[in-house]
T-cell receptor, first 115, second 114 residues
Framework: GAGVSQSPSNKVTEKGKDVELRCDPI?????LYWYRQSLGQGLEFLIY????????KSGLPSDRFSAERTGGSVSTLTIQRTQQEDSAVYLC?????????????FGQGTRLTVV | AQSVTQLDSQVPVFEEAPVELRCNYS??????LFWYVQYPNQGLQLLLK??????LVKGINGFEAEFNKSQTSFHLRKPSVHISDTAEYFC????????????FGSGTRLQVQP
């Protein structure tokens, strides 16, 4: 596709339910990132997939959060037993290479609201 | 590990006035530096980046930034702002080694007033 695509754009869920957020990166991009943007705050790093290497999961806030990247392309971020503090915009980005000097292209994000 | 500090959460400025958005970073390794912009209801897009070489880098829409290694700063400037520059601006850093993902600051909201 032309850019990074995320779905759904908005998700409202009840506290305690599980949610899955999807990210389609730009074709051919080897690196994929997930960030969380809370109201009035910056972007919080969650997880980073870099080609065939083991992902950097150091930013995941709890074991309720997990992510997969299948076939080096589509990624799914799963939040189990959602809590109200999980409400935020979840952003996905991809870059051509895994190096830190390459531009990251961001999707429009998924706005998650836990009620 | 890296961290980024954007001291100003909001910067109000009148149209056609100059502006500077401040960014300081800390890192135990050499870094690459970026500024991203997020217009209302849009995704983030790259404004400019410093990888190596000249410490003054120019980006889109007339913005520029200067890398100062001794002060660990990467301030963003524009000599004359427009209403359309109203947006959230994020400074970010990534390391040559270790974590390659971007570490972002908390953002600065630039509000350009007529």
């Amino acid at each position: 596709g032309a850019g990074v695509s995320q779905s759904p754009s908005n998700k409202v869920t009840e506290k305690g339910k599980d949610v899955e957020l999807r990210c389609d990166p730009i074709s051919g991009h080897t690196a994929l990132y997930w960030y969380r943007q809370s109201l009035g705050q910056g972007l919080e790093f969650l997880i980073y997939f870099q080609g065939n290497s083991a992902p950097d999961k150091s930013g995941l806030p709890s074991d309720r959060f997990s992510a997969e990247r299948t076939g080096g392309s589509v990624s799914t971020l799963t939040i189990q037993r959602t809590q109200q503090e999980d409400s935020a915009v979840y952003l996905c980005a991809s870059s051509l290479f895994a190096g830190g000097n390459t531009e990251a292209f961001f999707g429009q994000g998924t706005r998650l609201t836990v009620v | 590990a890296q961290s980024v500090t954007q001291l100003d959460s909001q910067v109000p400025v009148f149209e056609e006035a100059p502006v500077e958005l401040r960014c300081n970073y800390s890192s135990s390794v050499s870094v690459y530096l970026f500024w991203y912009v997020q217009y209302p209801n849009q995704g983030l897009q790259l404004l400019l980046k410093y990888l190596s070489g000249s410490t003054l880098v120019k980006g889109i829409n007339g913005f520029e930034a200067e890398f100062n290694k001794s002060q660990t700063s990467f301030h963003l400037r524009k000599p004359s702002v427009h209403i359309s520059d109203t947006a959230e601006y994020f400074c970010a850093v990534s390391g040559y080694t270790g974590r390659r993902a971007l570490t972002f600051g908390s953002g600065t909201r630039l509000q350009v007033q007529p």
